[in-house]
């Protein structure tokens, strides 16, 4: 069960950041493992931007009972001041909407990007809907979370867009991207590692099957061998991962085009794979090409 709001002593209660984090899956299970201690939470939701903002609309944070957040909704120039906030909305027992920056009525709390962001602080009443997020994330399928203001609900939603839909605001999350590197050359390593640190789900494979491909998944064929290439290039060009991409010159890639074209490949097939691979071309050491190539990926997903 969880605790009331007025077991929140005012005054004693200083807000602390649990940890550095805007993963969406970290918040909402920060969340939902306070509601599962039987604690109180609060899920703050970015749902207007006036101007430049640090976070895009939907950005999150989750507050505890205790004083405890983490997540951003700015650049880290507000975040005490919102966990104070979703505070008194325990302690008050009802939701609230906060305005920063422009237009707001604390003129003493200013956002450097000079613009203006809206809140909202919800106050979970149920660990179901975040736990429903969190399963359909682990699944690798795109999830939300639907807020409606007036009745103080948060329920969970499907293929909407993040934004206002009539009255209520739709949070949509999708799943952590794949990163498929097959191989074990030095550039597929480096790569991998750097994928890692980024927060990719990074897979390693000599052979790829379908099954391992969805929307979420960008695919980097990182050989200095055609030969070796083909069969995992065709392989992913039959299903439909975001991102494609394979090393080599620019004449390597005619020699890719006419392999393709001869297994049967139409040009608009073809037209899906990158090549050269990067952002930038001619990255001759692994460090520099595994920086251009996960750029690149990033850039693609972003353009998704």
């Known amino acids: 069960m969880l605790q009331h709001a007025s077991l929140i002593e005012p005054g004693l209660l200083n807000p602390e950041q649990a940890f550095l984090t805007d993963d969406s899956r970290e918040i909402l299970r920060f969340a939902a493992d306070a509601l599962t201690a039987g604690m109180t939470a609060a899920l703050v939701t970015l749902v207007e931007i006036r101007g430049g903002a640090a976070r895009p ?14 997540g951003f909704v700015s650049g880290g120039c507000v975040e005490s001041a919102v966990a104070w906030e979703a505070l008194e909305a325990m302690l008050d027992g009802e939701d609230r909407t906060v305005v920063y920056g422009e237009g707001s009525p604390y003129f003493d709390i200013v956002l450097p990007c000079g613009g203006g962001i809206t809140l909202t602080v919800h106050i979970l009443r149920a660990v179901q809907p975040l736990l429903a997020v969190l399963n359909s994330l682990e699944q690798r399928q795109t999830t939300g979370l639907r807020y409606s203001p007036g009745a103080q609900t948060l329920t969970s939603s499907q293929h909407q867009p993040t934004g206002w839909h009539g009255e209520d605001f739709v949070v949509n999350y999708r799943p952590c991207v794949r990163v498929m590197i097959p191989g074990h050359s030095l550039e597929a390593q480096v790569t991998a590692r750097m994928a890692q640190a980024a927060g990719f789900d990074v897979h ?27 069969p995992l290039l065709q392989a992913a060009l039959a299903a439909q991962p975001f991102y494609i991409g394979a090393l080599g010159s620019r004449r390597t890639h005619e020699k890719r085009v006419a392999a393709l074209v001869e297994a049967g490949w139409s040009q608009q097939d073809i037209a899906r794979i990158k090549a050269p691979i990067g952002i930038f071309p001619k990255a001759r050491d692994a460090h520099s090409l595994a920086l251009s190539v996960l750029a690149d990926v990033a850039a693609a997903r972003h353009a998704v």
């Open 204 to 230: 390693i494979c000599d052979s790829f099957n379908s099954k391992m491909f969805d929307a979420d998944t960008a695919v980097l064929l990182l050989y200095h061998d055609l030969h070796r290439e083909l």
């Open 57 to 70: 609309l939907g950005a999150q944070m989750a507050v505890r009972g205790d004083g405890q957040y983490c």
